[in-house]
């Protein structure tokens, strides 16, 4: 099957402008989490979707970070407007519902200048 | 709330060398407990967990884990590593109990394989 797909790969934006980023799960995983590793910190949980829902948006920084699975399927991430602090490697994961296998994308290299 | 501790942020063997990652937690509820790697350039990659039953894991590519309640730890062994073991190491445990699967992950360990 194909994993989890996530783009762009690299991403570098001024401070002030909007990025997108994308996850495509795998097809038929109903859970969709995103993280971010800011450099030099832990790997951090930023929220958590099952299907369009959001199942746990605890981890989200501040309103300046919109999610969506519109659908159930791929989920974007925007945030607006960028800060500097806001650079990191955004993750993306999904799993089946009564299935521990989380499997990662590559995740997306963000840089906010 | 559940913390992790990786007492290493970077360890360096040579080819061969048996080594150890360790890995302690804080947590006030029972826990699942994973290791996942990341190779240069790659996403993070499930190595190996710990759910329930017998406290030592292994991967396929012959790491273990031992989970041991008394201690709160989770270390990572190996008794051979190889060049391409080369890698960062991330720690991460989850709630076992209820829906919520959230990871919470350590700084993560970069080990570094030398001829």
């Known amino acids: 099957e194909a994993g989890v797909t996530q783009f762009p790969s690299h991403s570098v934006i001024e401070k002030g402008q909007t990025v997108t980023l994308r996850c495509d799960p795998i097809?038929?995983?109903?859970?969709l989490y995103w993280y971010r590793r800011v450099m030099g910190k832990e790997i951090k949980f930023l929220l958590h979707?099952?299907?369009?829902?959001?199942?746990?948006e605890s981890g989200m920084p501040n309103n300046r970070f919109l999610a969506e699975r519109t659908g159930g399927t791929y989920s974007t991430l925007k945030v607006q407007p960028a800060e500097l602090e806001d650079s990191g490697v955004y993750f993306c994961?999904?799993?089946?519902?009564?299935?521990?296998?989380?499997?990662f994308g590559s995740g997306t290299r963000l840089t906010v200048v | 709330a559940q913390s992790v501790t990786q007492l290493d942020s970077q360890v360096p063997v040579f080819e061969e060398a048996p080594v150890e990652l360790r890995c302690n937690y804080s947590?006030?509820?029972?826990?699942?407990l994973f290791w996942y790697v990341q190779y240069p350039n790659q996403g993070l990659q499930l190595l190996l967990k710990?759910?329930?039953?017998s406290t030592l894991v292994k991967s396929i590519n012959g790491f273990e884990a031992e989970f041991n309640k008394s201690q709160t730890s989770f270390h990572l062994r190996k008794p051979s590593v190889h060049i391409s073991d080369t890698a960062e190491y991330f720690c991460?445990?989850?709630?076992?109990?209820?829906?919520?699967?959230?990871?919470?992950w350590g700084l993560g360990t970069s080990l570094a394989v030398n001829p």
């Open positions: 994961a999904s799993s089946r519902a009564s299935n521990y296998g989380y499997t």
């Open positions: 991460a445990v989850s709630e076992s109990d209820g829906n919520n699967r959230k990871l919470i």
């Open positions: 947590s006030s509820v029972s826990v699942y």
């Open positions: 979707f099952v299907k369009e829902s959001k199942q746990d």
């Open positions: 097809s038929g995983h109903d859970n």
């Open positions: 710990y759910l329930s039953g």
